[in-house]
Structures are given as C-alpha cells and as structure tokens.
C-alpha cells in the first residue's frame, strides 16, 4: 500500500527522482526498506518539500530517516 503511494507520487512529480523498496522477506511481520532519491539532496528545501509529500501520502515523520 505505501508503495504504491510512493510509485503513484514519483510518477506525478511530487517526491524527488527516483525510489526503489527492499525485495520481499520470509517473515511478513517484518516492514520494508524504501529509498526515495532526492537530486540535488543538500538542498533543504528540495527535502523538505519531498518529506512534507511523503507524510500527505501517510509516511509519519518518524519513519523517515534522512542520509546523504
């Protein structure tokens, strides 16, 4: 389900470049890992931007961890 809010929201434009999510596990209690790219990603404003999409889309803030 949040996949395919995420595919939804890359393909309208709204997150950053691309995403990719981890492949499937033994254990369905275990939750995913995806990655949304955000280019240039040292732009603040870029970011938030992308993460204010994200939590439309239901991703709550504290699943969210920001790497460069």
Not at 3 to 26: F, N, P, R, T
Not at 39 to 65: S, Y
Request: glycine share 8%; charged share 20%; aromatic share 8%.
């Amino acid at each position: 389900a949040t996949w395919a809010k995420i595919v939804e929201a890359l393909w309208a434009g709204k997150l950053g470049h691309s995403a990719k999510v981890s492949g499937a596990v033994s254990d369905p209690s275990k939750s995913h890992v995806i990655c949304v790219y955000v280019n240039p990603f040292w732009e603040t404003q870029e970011m938030e931007r992308v993460l204010g999409a994200l939590r439309v889309r239901g991703v709550p803030r504290a699943a969210v961890a920001r790497r460069a």
